[in-house]
């Protein structure tokens, strides 16, 4: 349980957030139209093509809910656990996932269907990123869990349990986030169209970088 946040947390699960829903928003109102930053409708779809005999959507759904994993893996690889902690390697994570956004951009510019497993790898990657933190689950990509605590939390305070103001500030912030990225991302892709992808690598690149100065200068206040 989430007792006290620490606000390098907050900020960057807001900020990897504003990151999910925006490219979701572009994937989905794309010329494939599919979700990326989670797989849960995605592999029901698949498994309606299979069954139907489409397989071609089979295919290209089915490698989206791979490029998912693929990119939970290699953030597995990189990162090492799970637990969420100041000094792993979150910013080498974050330049990955920064270079595979700017190779959707790319595809997408070119119509390529494999634009959505380039976006999708990027969010699995993200994601697995930062599992948990203080025992609370905190995923940045999809809200159906973060949604499912906020209730919980509500629910044990209703039942005179209290309510963990951390964890549920911190779960709210993660939605609130998520949504308004989602809005920008339909603003700016009727805007600036395959372009605005361009605006996801430059913002997660942006957001490694932070976190490395962030390293710094918390290395450098303990002496």
């Not at 973060?146 to 044990?156: Q, R």
Request: charged residues 10%; hydrophobic residues 55%; aromatic residues 12%.
């Amino acid at each position: 349980m989430i007792n006290r946040l620490p606000l390098w947390v907050l900020v960057g699960s807001v900020m990897l957030a504003l990151n999910a829903g925006f490219i979701n928003s572009v994937a989905l109102l794309s010329f494939a139209n599919n979700a990326v930053s989670h797989v849960t409708g995605t592999a029901t779809i698949a498994a309606d093509a299979l069954v139907d005999g489409k397989v071609d959507v089979f295919y290209h759904t089915g490698a989206i809910v791979l490029s998912f994993i693929v990119g939970a893996i290699l953030s597995g690889m990189i990162v090492g656990q799970e637990a969420l902690k100041l000094g792993r390697r979150y910013g080498v994570a974050l330049i990955l996932e920064s270079t595979l956004l700017f190779l959707a951009w790319y595809a997408f510019r070119q119509n390529l269907v494999q634009a959505e497993w380039l976006a999708s790898a990027a969010c699995g990657l993200q994601n697995a990123m930062v599992a948990t933190y203080s025992g609370s689950v905190i995923r940045t990509t999809h809200l159906t869990g973060i949604v499912s605590d906020i209730g919980s939390s509500i629910g044990n305070f209703f039942a005179g349990r209290g309510l963990a103001i951390a964890k549920i500030s911190l779960q709210s912030s993660i939605f609130i986030a998520f949504v308004i990225g989602a809005g920008v991302g339909s603003v700016v892709f009727r805007h600036a169209g395959y372009d605005a992808v361009l605006v996801n690598g430059v913002w997660v690149g942006m957001v490694a970088m932070a976190y490395w100065v962030y390293l710094i200068w918390a290395a450098r206040s303990k002496f």
